[in-house]
């Protein structure tokens, strides 16, 4: 175990497998061997050249499960042989985010298979600090915890309790998501995407509402869901700025509104609707720890499964010869999982 296969994206648009000497563990690191991986959107703009903040050549991968093969020192309850879900935010643990509690929204973060290389290889080096135990999570579930706790966090900055009502913007991972923590909740939840194939796709995975928001009755539509009112609370996770700036006419008056999609240029918003409905607007930027968790025991609990978004799955040694045709250019892709066993 000297060697590696390491896929590396080395330009925009450039995949290449590479052998690379497998990393040493030092003291407070576990070295895994990577057993499944998601396929994030931040992989998809890293290929196409458009992803904010990154240099090449680039490991990818940042949604993984591995086993521990080797335990450095300080290894506390982890052990050889263990199942183990990446928190894959490195934060420095002394801006005031950090200090407040807020890592995932470190002034100084590192994102694993971002920001520095990341699991789209056989082995890796991760600290213990952010592994978590997932024996009891099957590992392509397990792979999923990541996008899973962005979603879990944008519904814990709503503060949605049992019996609220919330409509869900955007049926991709993230939206989904949100969607099923959500009910897990106890949250009435309404969804709503302009693909009919994804709309089929909320019906069939998560058995929920699934409104076409393009429809003309699209307002009549989403009342109808909630006894002839707005929902007390809109999350969108579609990123796209003509849907968030419409947005606060879809929330109940004293509502919440979560953006947890990103749109990197600007937005507007109606300020008179805004401020007569006294709207509470919030972003919503990666996860916490507390997230990490949260969704493992709802995995652990079968409350959520890999289901409600896996809908392709791919085996590493074949991914860079696919990803163009298989990932870029899958219109009916939602969300893909990389074997690596």
Not at 46 to 71: K, T
Not at 165 to 177: F, Q, R
Not at 239 to 244: D, R, S, T, V
């Amino acid at each position: 175990m000297t060697m590696m296969t390491t896929l590396v994206c080395q330009q925009p648009r450039v995949m290449q497998y590479q052998q690379r000497a497998v990393p040493v563990p030092g003291a407070g690191e576990a070295l895994i061997k990577i057993i499944a991986a998601g396929i994030c959107g931040t992989d998809i703009h890293a290929w196409a050249g458009n992803q904010p903040f990154f240099s090449y050549p680039r490991v990818l991968g940042h949604e993984l499960c591995g086993e521990i093969v080797v335990a450095g020192s300080d290894s506390g309850d982890f052990r050889v042989g263990q199942r183990v879900a990446v928190v894959p935010y490195l934060s420095c643990g002394l801006c005031p985010a950090c200090t407040g509690g807020k890592t995932n929204c470190c002034e100084r973060i590192s994102v694993i298979g971002v920001h520095q290389d990341g699991g789209f290889c056989d082995y890796l080096n991760v600290p213990f600090s952010n592994l978590l135990n997932v024996e009891a999570v099957e590992a392509e579930a397990a792979a999923l915890i990541e996008p899973f706790a962005i979603s879990a966090h944008a519904v814990r900055r709503a503060a949605l309790k049992p019996g609220d009502s919330l409509l869900v913007t955007g049926a991709g991972p993230i939206g989904l998501g949100v969607a099923a923590v959500a009910r897990a909740a106890g949250v009435r939840v309404v969804m709503a995407d302009t693909s009919s194939f994804r709309r089929e796709h909320v019906a069939a995975r998560l058995e929920l509402p699934a409104l076409d928001a393009a429809a003309d009755d699209f307002g009549e539509q989403l009342r109808a869901h909630f006894q002839g009112a707005l929902p007390e609370s809109v999350i969108d996770a579609t990123g796209n700025p003509a849907a968030m700036n419409n947005s606060v006419n879809l929330v109940a008056h004293g509502g919440s509104l979560v953006f947890v999609g990103l749109h990197k240029g600007d937005i507007q918003i109606p300020d008179s609707e805004f401020h007569k409905k006294e709207i509470t607007l919030m972003g919503s930027r990666n996860a916490t720890r507390t997230d990490f968790l949260k969704v493992a025991q709802l995995m652990a609990e079968k409350r959520i499964d890999a289901g409600m978004m896996l809908n392709h799955t791919f085996t590493f040694s074949e991914l860079a010869d696919v990803f163009e045709e298989q990932v870029i250019n899958n219109r009916q892709l939602i969300k893909g999982v990389v074997r690596f066993s």
